[in-house]
Nanobody, 127 residues
């Protein structure tokens, strides 16, 4: 049974930084693509970033390019999201996700190939 547990959310001022972590268990972490998604109040869930099984390929939403960095530590079965220069519009619940293959899909359809989801961690950016 796949379990994904996010941590690291909280309240931060605009311009600040946060690092989110996701602890994965239940199957061999290093075989699967991972992703971070977010959902703001009243909005649809959206992709933030995705990373392939080995970390060699990444995908970012235009809104976070240059500010956020996704990474993974396969030895620790952990996924990270380093968030810098945070803006109030980054306020959302952030979800960790895992795919069923080594690569993420480049289309929004079927959530970029993600199949398993954590319960989320809230990030609030104050102005």
């Amino acid at each position: 049974q796949v379990q994904l547990v996010e941590s690291g959310g909280g309240l931060v001022q605009a311009g600040g930084s946060l690092r989110l972590s996701c602890a994965a268990s239940g199957r061999t972490f290093s075989r699967y693509a991972m992703g971070w998604f977010r959902q703001a109040p009243g909005k649809d869930r959206e992709l933030v970033a995705a990373i392939s099984y080995g970390g060699g390929s990444t995908l970012y939403a235009d809104s976070v390019k240059g500010r956020f960095t996704i990474s993974r530590d396969n030895a620790k079965s952990a996924l990270y999201l380093e968030m810098n220069s945070l803006k109030p519009e980054d306020t959302a619940v952030y979800y960790c996700a895992q795919g069923n293959g080594g690569a993420y899909k480049n289309t929004k359809e079927n959530d970029y190939g993600m199949h398993y989801w954590g319960k989320g961690t809230l990030v609030t950016v104050s102005s």
